[in-house]
Every structure is written in C-alpha cells, then in structure tokens.
C-alpha cells in the first residue's frame, strides 16, 4: 500500500482496498477550481495507499482520489484522502464515505501554476472515470 501499488494489493486482497472516513471541511480549494473533493483525514492507525493520484470507485460513483499533502499550495496541513465523486453534486459532510481503490494514475506533484493543475486534474479525473466504468465493484 505505502508504494501505491493499488492493484496488485486488490489481487491478494481478493477485491479493492477500502478505506472509509467521515467527511470533514477542507479548504473548499477544489470547489473554487471546479472540482469539489470530499477529505477525509486518516487516523494515523490505518494504512493508507502512497502519496499519489487514484482512481476509485466512492459512494456509488466513479472517483478520481488524491492521497498527499497537496503541495502545489502551502495549507499547513497534514495527510489528507480527497475524493472528486464523478457526476455527484450534493453535501455529505459528516457522513461515512468508503472508497474503493482501482489503480494508481501518478504520483503526487507541485505544479507551477494552478492553470497546470487544473488541467491534470481533468486528465486525471477523464482517465479514472474510464477506470472505474470498465471495473464495478
């Protein structure tokens, strides 16, 4: 898990690795780029996959999920499992969201404009809508 490697652990696993937390309020950063996130913050005694950019299926929708610390903008905070739920618009904030992880896209990575990311970030959420529609879980 620590290097990511998502779907080789899901062959061992016999399913997906899953992680589960409650919704807390983040910065509301991807909301103001386009991209609203649920964060979840791990409690220090769970695994979680590497730093990096996944695909995933979360609360019933295709996700794309960052694992990291965001370092394209300086928050002063800590590990966090940010989850953009594909074609879902609603608040669930509070609630429990399990994600199922499919398959890493990349690592984790400073951009040097957040134009930059914002592309990556339409890359990255085109390709693990492709993911997880050709893997239901």
């Known amino acids: 898990m620590a290097a990511g490697e998502v779907g080789p652990a899901a062959e061992f696993l016999g399913g997906p690795f899953l992680f589960e937390g409650e919704v807390v309020p983040g910065d509301r950063r991807g909301r103001e780029l386009g991209m609203p996130t649920a964060n979840i913050v791990p409690d220090e005694h769970y695994v979680v996959p590497g730093h990096g950019v996944y695909a995933a299926w979360a609360h019933g929708y295709p996700a794309a999920v960052n694992v990291g610390v965001r370092p394209t903008f300086e928050t002063g905070r800590g590990l966090v499992v940010e989850a ?9 904030y509070g609630e429990t969201l399990r994600i199922a992880f499919l398959g890493r896209l990349r690592g984790e990575k ?3 404009s957040v134009d930059e990311l914002v592309e990556q970030m339409n890359r990255d959420v085109d390709e693990a809508k492709q993911i997880a529609e050709a893997t239901r879980v």
């Open 110 to 112: 400073r951009f040097d």
């Open 84 to 92: 953009h739920l594909i074609g879902f618009d609603g608040d669930i």
